[in-house]
């Protein structure tokens, strides 16, 4: 039986078929949302060389591997208050900030005991070109952990889970790259988590 899992480089025509019907969703997924769709990200090294030094994602990637890449994203963009990925919803994309800037927070639910209380907001971070969000909901597939929100114009690159499946199978080493610079943004940002944690249990 063919392998059903889109990160499987051996999936066969009939998953392909699959995947390419969920990146048209994952369209009119963004379409909704309000987000405005500008085709895929071809040449995306003609941002030029910045883009790579200021993300942590593609510090390791050549310019021409970058186009490989960048043929595999949709482009988008958002403007000032406009909700990129919101805490909460079901998502199997990440995102690649190219311009602009986006504040994380997150919705700290009331006490069990108050329950007219309101739910409380906090900032995560304010993130600019460069960074990668939604990487944790793009491969396990559970809810979206924080809601970021545009807060001036931005242009976004969106990368899906079947996305990466293909540049397995079509560019094997640009893929491989991608996800071993995704798994340790993962786990830079699991060792922060567990730092802040420990200082946390240090002062009670």
Request: glycine residues 8%.
């Amino acid at each position: 039986m063919a392998a059903t899992d889109p990160l499987n480089p051996s999936a066969s025509d009939a998953v392909r078929e699959v995947t390419g019907q969920a990146a048209m969703s994952l369209e009119e997924q963004l379409r909704q949302a309000g987000l405005e769709l500008l085709g895929s990200c071809q040449k995306m090294s003609g941002r030029g060389p910045g883009l790579l030094q200021h993300s942590a994602l593609l510090e390791d990637f050549t310019l021409a591997e970058l186009d490989i890449l960048g043929e595999s994203m949709l482009l988008i963009r958002a403007k000032p208050g406009q909700v990129l990925i919101a805490e909460g919803d079901t998502g199997d994309w990440m995102l690649l900030l190219l311009s602009g800037t986006v504040d994380v927070t997150k919705a700290t639910p009331p006490a069990a005991d108050d329950p007219d209380a309101q739910a409380q907001l906090s900032r995560l971070g304010v993130v600019t070109e460069g960074a990668a969000l939604g990487e944790m909901s793009m491969f396990d597939r559970e809810l979206r952990y924080a809601t970021c929100t545009a807060i001036d114009a931005v242009e976004a690159a969106v990368l899906s889970r079947s996305a990466v499946g293909r540049l397995i199978r079509q560019h094997p080493g640009v893929g491989a790259k991608l996800v071993v610079k995704i798994t340790q943004l993962l786990a830079q940002r699991l060792r922060n988590t567990s730092n802040r944690l420990v200082r946390l249990l240090q002062k009670t």
